[in-house]
């Protein structure tokens, strides 16, 4: 070995350990001078970024403390998470620009007003960058960063650093889900070795189920900037359009063998809504990223994964808003260092990507400030002729008679700065009458034209048959919600009524009297079955009626009203009555009047056919192999929405648990492999017992593996040959036959427990995966049936579609004194899903009244 060899090879090696022994700033930081005044993170945290993995109040206090003494930092609190942990936002810019920032943000905000933006000159007007750090609490290379970002610019000398600090508004969000940075910071800080151990199968690489990426009810809050279900995505979105940014960044990690990716993502993918300049300034970003990465000699890339095609997301959110979204993806270390195919990936390592390429993004800002200063102008000013071109003017919605679902889907255009007004007098259109009582109207020609359109569009063709995310939300779909568009012979402009924030949601029932015999509660409401369950934990007997009746007071009931009789109730009338007073106030749930318990037509109050219900006993199975998005849907839908209880059960506890605590079992889609014989036999037992299964997705097909159930699914055809293809083409063709994530139609059996609550034959359906339900002979076993030509919107491939025609989307199956409700599909997506919602309550309230 030659001596030159033996010193690259030393120089290396030392190079290579110095950040497992010593890190200090110059390894991240550029060679600036710096204000003493300011805090360094170790000053205020006791250790150099990079040794721990900070933890949110860490990071808290030290925001506060630059804050404290910067004049270039100002500090405010946006929101706070589940756990009631505060998300920080921190503006960070020039002191003269802090003197007149309310200024500066309302002449930004006036570029995406085409009526104000004309006199505006971009010339002298700073540009505006959010750098979003680590939404993913397990991916906290990005939030370590921040604190290096944070401490660069406010501490950072020279004229290079005060021109960028003239000439920008830079809004840090440090910490975008502070609650998994916890759960994610105290494991492996609590696991870690004085002598780092990179080996992939220590402990502090392995994390417990469910990880630390998601927020406290194991929701992906970046998969929630459009649907806006969580307090960190309302309150960030209201900060984002009090400024609306020309770049935000999305700091992510992956797969510990990658490298480091950054947008733009597979052309192909890009959403079509989205302006073709808003790619053209995403190429000429990404030219400052590679710069400044091969100065740094990291490996990257761009354009091979990835895409912008869903808005929901934080790299893509901003494309719709007249502003350009940056995705950053770092291998990560998931603890403090890991092997990998490229090396041992330090955590240092990935901490200075993360932050050479927030200076990145500022040099372009910089550089291109006019630019997209002047896309956002032209954005909305395009936006407006488009949707004067657009031959549809409106969008009218209709509450289907319940306002809770259409006060929701309200709540979200609103978080989205879209103007929904009143419907000022009835229209008749598709079919279906809009009333100004129960209808809203959306006009096109707003500003926010293009993200209406996202909303709401159909859409069954694409460019590309692979989708990072799902390829359809269509709003009113998942709300099911009647819905119409109105072209110019239908609109007229005294169709606006005035703009409202949120509708009313108030009962029908006005009476002022107390009802001398029982009450009822019409079902078709969101919130009857918070309703049912508050009144059943009183211990009142309640019962369901399964057949509709005309009572004697003359109206007309439909299957699934729930009566509660005054008599014979272990509560007195009175309290009762404020207990029906307090359903009717608080959820705008419609409770019904009767003083005798006979009925014009149908079945008296008293009648065999008036099905007693039972209190909802529930457990949901949680743990290894199981999906956390779906249970974390079922405990987030269950006690934060319906106050109601549930025991979070998990599988490795299934074999001592005393099952006849629960009348209800919860299986979400998950590999429940773990489950042995033994398990199996209890749960055949419970069951048998009188216990109901509620199962979706895989846990359907898991359950007919064990002969708990006897369903067929749909098998795919195998052929012997397939014609030849290109191996390069390999992942596209497989890819192509899986669905991401679409809209399907389905039919109803109106009369059946499961669709009580329903009064359309057609419901949408939310599929992803291609699990396929054959039906049963039985015919009252699959009350919910895909129809022959299901798609609504999205894609599927020919021969999935194929497959989903008139399949079963639910299977009833008998087993003892028990029954085990199979749903293909998630009935609770992402919590924004609210058609299918009653569905999956009437499974829990009204199994035991099945039969087939």
């Not at 935000?248 to 480091?260: I, P, S, V, W």
Request: net charge positive; glycine share 6%.
């Amino acid at each position: 070995m030659t001596r030159h060899l033996i010193f690259f090879l030393l120089v290396t090696f030392c190079f290579s350990n110095r950040i497992f022994a010593q890190i200090d700033l110059s390894y991240y930081l550029p060679a600036n001078e710096y204000h003493e005044s300011i805090p360094t993170p170790k000053e205020v945290l006791g250790y150099e970024v990079g040794e721990w993995h900070v933890n949110n109040d860490q990071l808290i206090r030290y925001m506060e403390a630059v804050a404290r003494v910067s004049d270039r930092v100002t500090l405010e609190i946006y929101g706070r998470t589940y756990e009631n942990r505060p998300l920080l936002l921190l503006t960070i810019t020039s002191p003269e620009n802090h003197k007149n920032l309310e200024s500066i943000r309302k002449n930004h905000l006036a570029l995406s007003d085409p009526a104000g933006q004309k006199n505006l000159n971009t010339a002298d007007m700073p540009s505006v960058v959010w750098f979003g750090y680590s939404i993913h609490g397990n991916e906290s290379s990005g939030t370590n960063a921040s604190l290096l970002a944070v401490y660069h610019l406010a501490a950072a000398t020279g004229a290079a650093v005060e021109e960028m600090l003239n000439n920008t508004v830079i809004l840090v969000d440090p910490m975008m889900n502070p609650d998994g940075n916890m759960r994610f910071s105290s494991w492996v800080n609590s696991r870690k070795s004085k002598n780092l151990i990179a080996d992939p199968d220590n402990h502090e690489q392995n994390e417990p189920w469910p990880k630390s990426r998601t927020n406290h009810y194991w929701f992906d809050l970046n998969r929630d900037w459009l649907l806006l279900q969580h307090p960190e995505s309302r309150g960030r979105l209201k900060k984002f359009h009090q400024w609306k940014p020309n770049i935000l960044t999305d700091h992510h990690e992956m797969g510990t063998d990658a490298t480091f990716f950054f947008q733009p993502g597979v052309p192909s993918r890009n959403n079509p809504l989205t302006p073709q300049n808003t790619f053209v300034l995403t190429d000429k970003i990404a030219e400052f990223h590679k710069k400044a990465l091969d100065q740094n000699g990291s490996l990257y890339y761009s354009k091979e994964s990835f895409d912008d095609y869903y808005y929901g997301k934080g790299s893509t959110y901003p494309d719709i808003n007249g502003g350009v979204g940056i995705l950053f993806e770092q291998a990560s270390s998931r603890g403090h260092a890991q092997e990998s195919v490229n090396g041992t990936l330090k955590f240092p390592f990935t901490i200075k990507n993360q932050l050479t390429t927030t200076l990145s993004t500022l040099e372009s800002a910089q550089q291109l400030r006019r630019e997209l200063l002047d896309h956002q102008r032209e954005f909305y000013k395009t936006a407006m002729a488009e949707a004067d071109s657009d031959p549809v003017k409106a969008i009218v919605v209709h509450s289907g008679s319940d306002m809770a679902r259409l006060n929701a889907l309200i709540k979200i255009l609103r978080g989205h700065q879209i103007k929904v007004h009143e419907l000022k007098k009835s229209i008749a259109q598709n079919g279906s009458t809009f009333d100004p009582q129960n209808s809203c109207i959306i006009p096109l020609g707003q500003s926010q034209y293009r993200l209406i359109k996202a909303l709401f569009e159909i859409r069954t063709s694409f460019q590309d048959s692979l989708f990072y995310d799902v390829s359809s939300w269509t709003l009113p779909l998942a709300f099911n919600l009647p819905y119409a568009t109105l072209t110019n012979k239908d609109f007229d402009n005294k169709l606006l009524g005035r703009e409202v924030g949120n509708m009313e949601v108030v009962a029908s029932n006005t009476e002022n009297s107390k009802p001398t015999y029982a009450y009822g509660v019409n079902w078709n409401g969101y919130f009857a079955p918070k309703a049912l369950y508050k009144l059943l934990k009183t211990g009142l007997r309640i019962k369901v009626a399964t057949e509709p009746f005309t009572h004697k007071n003359g109206k007309k009931h439909n299957y699934g009203t729930v009566v509660i009789p005054l008599q014979d109730q272990p509560l007195p009338p009175n309290q009762i009555h404020a207990l029906m007073d307090e359903i009717k106030r608080i959820d705008g749930t419609e409770v019904y009047h009767f003083n005798s318990g006979s009925s014009l037509n149908g079945n008296y109050l008293g009648s065999n056919k008036m099905k007693r219900i039972a209190l909802p006993k529930i457990a949901l199975i949680i743990g290894d192999g199981i999906e956390g998005y779906s249970a974390g849907e079922v405990w987030h839908l269950l006690d934060q929405r319906f106050d109601m209880e549930l025991t979070l059960l998990p599988i490795d506890k299934l074999s001592g648990a005393k099952l006849q605590k629960y009348n209800t079992l919860i299986l979400v889609n998950g590999n429940y492999q773990r489950l042995q014989s033994g398990h199996i036999a209890k749960l055949k037992s419970w069951v048998q017992n009188g216990g109901n299964i509620v199962a979706m997705q895989n846990a359907t097909r898991w359950l007919s593996s064990k002969n708990l159930t006897r369903i067929k699914f749909v098998v795919p055809e195998k052929s012997d040959k397939l014609p030849p293809r290109p191996y390069v083409d390999r992942p596209l063709y497989k890819g192509a036959q899986l669905i991401g994530g679409a809209i399907f139609a389905t039919r109803l059996d109106l009369t059946h427990p499961l669709a009580y609550g329903y009064n359309r034959e057609t419901m949408p359906i939310f599929k992803k995966g291609t699990l396929f339900m054959e039906p049963t002979n039985s015919p009252y076993a699959n009350p919910v049936m895909f129809t022959q030509n299901p798609l609504m919107s999205g894609y599927v491939s020919k021969e999935n579609l194929e497959k989903l025609r008139n399949t079963a989307a639910v299977n009833i199956s008998l087993l003892g004194a028990g029954k085990i409700i199979s749903f293909t599909d998630n009935l609770n997506f992402r919590a924004y899903w609210y058609g299918t919602n009653k569905m999956f309550f009437n499974a829990i309230f009204f199994g035991d009244i099945i039969d087939i």
